[in-house]
Nanobody, 126 residues
């Protein structure tokens, strides 16, 4: 059974940092794109960042470039999202997702991922 379990969300003030973790199980971790998507109240879900666990290539949405960093620890089957310089507009539910591909561009759409976690809430106060 495929499982993606997110952790690390919480409440932080603007300018602060959080690190999200996505622990994966039930599939061959090394052959997937794993990414982070977010959905704010009243808005569509959007791709934030993705990483290919096979070659380490990454994708970042323009809104988070220079502030967020995605990484993977293949030995631990875990993907991280380091979020710095957080802004109130980063407030959202953050979801981990996975797809059996090495194309990180799949992050640009929210319907290409095969597996999803249940999400973790990130709240950034002004």
């Amino acid at each position: 059974e495929v499982q993606l379990v997110e952790s690390g969300g919480g409440l932080v003030q603007a300018g602060g940092s959080l690190r999200l973790s996505c622990a994966a199980s039930g599939f061959t971790f090394d052959d997937y794109v794993i990414g982070w998507f977010r959905q704010a109240p009243g808005k569509e879900r959007e791709g934030v960042s993705c990483i290919s666990t096979s070659d380490g290539s990454t994708y970042y949405a323009d809104s988070v470039k220079g502030r967020f960093t995605i990484s993977s620890d293949n030995a631990k089957n875990t993907v991280y999202l380091q979020m710095n310089s957080l802004k109130p507009e980063d407030t959202a539910d953050y979801y981990c997702a996975a797809a059996p591909t090495d194309y990180t561009g799949i992050c640009r759409v929210n319907y290409g991922m095969d597996y999803w976690g249940k999400g973790t809430l990130v709240t950034v106060s002004p």
